[in-house]
């Protein structure tokens, strides 16, 4: 391991992993065969899509050699949505489309230059030295600045890190703005690949390049540099990613990661991208970074309402409902408690404007919006905290009664009811989406309604929502049938002009996959 890599990280969150891991497991995996990146049935098109991507590399650099391919996975999240920035528990897998970043650590020039096999994606270049103060103009949306952010997690994590020259290509397989967090795996890989280039200029070897922990916690802080006040959950997966199982990704008290199998067989996973770009760095002011903030002032109000104390507080921003019920767990209050009070408390189901908002937390309008609106701008008429906060608390209690699930074996012969069982929650965790946390659309609605009407035992919005993709938990002898139902009751009814390849990509079987990886050359 390079000197330079053993410093402690400067600003990730307190991190740990699963205790079952050995001490090789908690670092991101440097391997020498893409049979331990894919599965059997991804391995022959991926392979074919790894040796075009080497190709496409020796076109850009010719003549250099390509010395590693630094790679970070997409996520599907199968439930907790929209909890992890309230510090709860959400229950991810890895999936095989990913980011991949082809380098050649350089030791002239002194540049970093990024190509991208997208030819929408035009060709980067910045100095070196000019790497450790470059600003990212949060307000433009430049895909380099994902590469960047990766660069900003660098410094985070290792102060006087001497980033070398890196020839790179790009190339990804996660659709952006698909709900599928094509944003996390791009930040993760670049981290990942700034961090594997500066011990390989050292060392000129690649193993326990950086901590999965270190890699985490610094993508979670500087994913934020692109304007996006984002929660934990994607890099984890990530990073984090298991073959064949699911992750329960917690953040409180510390960042930890622990595998769950499924339990029993013949069910799949069925993605369905709606098609509808669900960007949240466009529509962050009245989404994404809104929740965050009707969320945290939310936790807040309680707190002071309700003599909480103060909460801790999320990455320099605010208080959370994970503080807020460990708050009350103090008093002796339990979870459905909480809920009863969140309801006394936010008594107006029409929400509170700005003005009553300041009124309830005891400050000034100007410092409100100083505090939570002005680093990630936000516009909204009402804030709506009784529903926002039904919906994070109800959420949370879905996690833990489908981890109660996964963690029983089904009755013998009786693998319906009880899949039928966690399907259930994911119907409820959809209906709570839609109503209580209004972040649905009418797309997602629809093939929710199609994959219920189909056979699906659960079906629910995945990721941030407001377009992007569902996953239905499905009984595996019905999968064909089901993809065909959804293609011609969807797809073909609303984008007839899809192409075969479109429409395999747009709905696909999923399996847990393997996080972020090295593979050498
Ligand atoms: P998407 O937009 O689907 O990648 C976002 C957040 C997650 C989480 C989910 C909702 C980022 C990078 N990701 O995911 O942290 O809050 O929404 O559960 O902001």
């Not at 890099?235 to 769950?260: E, N």
């Not at 069925?270 to 002032?297: C, M, Q, S, W």
């Not at 009553?356 to 680093?375: D, I």
């Amino acid at each position: 391991m390079s000197p330079s890599l053993q410093q402690k990280p400067s600003t990730t969150q307190s991190s740990g992993s699963d205790s079952t891991m050995s001490s090789k497991d908690h670092y991101v995996p440097v391997l020498d065969s893409l049979s331990s990146v894919y599965s059997a049935s991804a391995l022959p098109a991926q392979e074919q899509r790894w040796k075009g991507l080497a190709d496409a590399f020796t076109k850009s650099f010719p003549g250099e050699k390509l010395d590693f391919i630094a790679r970070s996975p997409g996520r599907v999240n199968i439930i907790g949505e929209h909890i992890d920035y309230s510090l709860f528990d959400v229950l991810p897998m890895a999936i095989t489309q990913d980011v991949l970043i082809a380098v050649h650590v350089g030791e002239g020039d002194g540049k970093v230059i990024l190509h991208n096999t997208d030819k929408q994606f035009p060709s980067r270049e910045y100095d070196t030295a000019s790497l450790k103060d470059i600003a990212i103009d949060a307000t433009v949306h430049e895909w380099s600045n994902y590469f960047l952010s990766g660069v900003k997690g660098a410094f985070a994590l290792i102060e006087d890190i001497k980033i070398p020259s890196m020839h790179c290509v790009i190339n990804g397989r996660i659709p952006t703005g698909s709900g599928l967090s094509s944003s996390s795996a791009f930040v993760c890989a670049a981290l990942l690949s700034i961090l594997a280039s500066v011990q390989f200029n050292s060392t000129k070897s690649l193993t326990d390049v950086v901590t999965k922990s270190d890699l985490v916690g610094s993508a979670i802080v500087s994913e934020r540099n692109v304007g996006v006040n984002s929660g934990g959950m994607d890099q984890s997966a990530s990073v984090f990613g298991v073959p064949g199982h699911t992750l329960r990704v917690q953040f409180y008290p510390t960042l930890k990661a622990t595998p769950i199998a499924f339990q029993g067989e013949g069910f799949a996973f069925v993605i369905a991208n709606t098609l509808v770009v669900a960007d949240k760095f466009v529509t962050g002011p009245i989404h994404y970074n809104l929740r965050v903030v009707e969320t945290t002032v939310g936790a807040e109000i309680i707190a002071r309402v309700c003599n909480l104390g103060p909460l801790p507080i999320r990455d320099g921003f605010g208080g959370t409902f994970r503080g807020v019920v460990e708050g009350f767990k103090a008093k002796g209050v339990d979870f459905n408690g909480v809920i009863e009070e969140v309801k006394k408390v936010f008594s107006k189901e029409e929400g509170y404007t700005l003005a009553e908002t300041a009124e309830l937390m005891g400050q000034s309008e100007a410092e409100l919006v100083k505090k939570y609106m002005t680093r990630f701008p936000i516009r909204a008429e009402r804030f709506q905290f009784r529903k926002r906060a039904l919906h994070v608390l109800e959420e949370a209690q879905r996690v833990e009664q489908f981890c109660q699930l996964l963690g029983k074996a089904p009755a013998k012969g009786d693998t319906e009811t009880y899949f039928a069982a966690l399907g259930n929650i994911m119907q409820a965790s959809h209906k709570s989406c839609k109503e209580q946390f209004d972040c649905s659309c009418d797309e997602l609605d629809q093939i929710v309604g199609l994959a219920m009407a189909n056979g699906a035992y659960g079906s629910r919005l995945t990721g941030a929502g407001w377009g992007g993709s569902t996953v239905s938990l499905v009984p595996k002898s019905i999968v064909s049938h089901f993809v065909k139902t959804l293609k011609e009751g969807y797809y073909l009814k609303r984008l007839p002009g899809l192409t075969e390849e479109e429409l395999d990509d747009a709905i696909c079987v999923t399996e847990p996959g393997l996080g972020s990886a090295i593979v050498e050359y």
